[in-house]
């Protein structure tokens, strides 16, 4: 088990999932984005980094049938099946590291991200991150990511953060991906304290541009 993985089980098997600061009792923002992107619930959607959240949850009940959650914690996706029941078998778990990941190439008509991209703080993690979105999206699929906006917190959860503003976003993307809309939103914490989010909305347009993952 690597030292990631080991940070991010231990977060899952110490705290209960609504005592997370990332915690929202329905992600609004990105279910508005997904049924405006995806509106087909036969669409193909990839949640990143899903963890514990509520989302497989509020798209199943919306009627959309193709759904995957990936998250390098095992006991996260171990709370959001057991939390789903007998639903969670029309689900597609993937307990891996996102940036190696074997992901199936052109799968997903949809992937979304809230609060995975801006823990990647280094270079070399942010090319094997859009690397693994160029693969796993169809041309002309759609990718929502939510991260830190730009007074957004610099650590979450004991880790370093990167923060952006949609057009750093974009720019992280490259010419392959072209920015469709973006919000910011202020999100309320378990604890009472709030975080800036910046959410935005891209179309994939080509495979062979790379960001600037400077």
Known sequence: MTDKQQHWETVYRTKAPDAVSWYRPHLDTSLALIERAAPDRGAAVLDVGGGASTLVDDLLERGYRDLSVLDISAAALHVAR????????TVTWLAADLLDAPLQEARYDLWH?????????E???RAHYLQQLTRALKPGGH?????????????????????YDAGELARALGDGFTLLDSTLEFHATPFDTTQQFVYALFRRTSADTMGDTR
Do not use: M
């Not at 990718?143 to 923060?163: E, H, I, M, N």
């Open 113 to 121: 991200d809230r609060a995975v991209f801006h823990f990647l703080t």
């Open 123 to 125: 270079a070399e993690q």
């Open 82 to 89: 057991e939390r789903l029941g007998e639903a969670a078998d």
């Open 143 to 163: 990718a929502v990511l939510a991260t830190f906006g730009p007074q957004g917190p610099l650590k979450c959860s004991g880790l370093d953060t990167v923060r």
